[in-house]
């Protein structure tokens, strides 16, 4: 598979096959790895609302509602494809792999825990020897 670094992006968005080792979304894991360390070095003897965590969500996710609370810690793979509405709440250790869109609604609750997955591999033996991955 030939694809420019834009065309790659693109299709990991859409839920097509792309190349996850390709150059820019190494760069944007990267940058969302620097985010996740920034965020989880906030005060953690702050439970609950905290408006330098809610600052750095409003800046890093690809909408944020009002009053999100995410424990930290937190790891993300892109944050781009995250969505989150009003009212967020999310407890200790969630991890979110946004290689497609992750849409949370208003007044939404998440034990501590929890993991959100929106990438999938080939099932297929000769797929997975291609190394892709595919947005779901």
Not at 17 to 28: G, T, V
Request: glycine fraction near 10%.
């Amino acid at each position: 598979m030939d694809l420019s670094e834009e065309e790659n992006v693109e299709r990991m968005t859409n839920g097509q096959l792309y190349i996850p080792s390709k150059a820019r979304l190494d760069e944007l894991r990267t940058a969302a790895r620097l985010w996740c360390r920034r965020y989880n070095a906030t005060d953690d003897s702050i439970t609950g609302p905290c408006p330098q965590r809610e600052e750095l969500m409003k800046g890093f996710f690809g909408a944020c509602g009002q009053g999100p609370v995410i424990e930290p810690p937190f790891r993300c793979e892109y944050g781009f494809n995250v969505f989150i509405g009003d009212g967020f709440y999310a407890n200790y250790e969630l991890v979110i792999l946004d290689s497609a869109t992750v849409r949370i609604g208003n007044n939404v609750l998440l034990g501590p825990g929890v993991h959100l997955y929106a990438v999938a591999h080939p099932r297929s033996v000769a797929g997975r020897a291609t190394c892709v991955e595919y947005g779901s």
